[in-house]
């Protein structure tokens, strides 16, 4: 994959996992080498195991996609920020700073 578009810092248990990024040839997932090796570190879902070699997917992940909210709610987010209803990372990055669970998505990396 190429430079990325965007990217996502993805966090669980507000202690950060891994990056996400958005390019030229679809998605990157890739763990944190130091969260990776925590004692208790945990995966962010089934599907993404902790591994140290990055995932890569033609479309969002499942997982990550899954946490984009629906209904009434997506339809409140998409008209508040004008967003595209399309534009699934971005979606991603808006609305998941504060996810039901134990995975947050946030635009930056935080300390």
């Not at 990776?36 to 995932?55: F, G, I, M, Q, W």
């Not at 134990?102 to 930056?108: A, L």
Request: aromatic residues 14%; proline residues 6%.
């Amino acid at each position: 994959m190429n430079l990325p578009f965007r990217t996502a810092y993805v966090y669980v248990q507000h202690r950060f996992a891994g990056i996400l990024a958005e390019g030229d040839e679809g998605y990157t997932f890739s763990y944190d080498a130091d969260y990776r090796n925590r004692p208790d570190a945990s995966a962010v879902s089934l599907t993404l195991p902790l591994r140290e070699e990055p995932y890569h997917a033609a479309v969002l992940f499942p997982f990550f996609d899954g946490l984009i909210p629906e209904g009434w709610l997506l339809e409140v987010a998409i008209r508040n920020w004008k967003l595209d209803r399309n534009d699934r990372f971005e979606l991603l990055l808006r609305t998941c700073l504060d996810c039901v669970g134990d995975v947050s998505i946030r635009p930056e990396k935080i300390t």
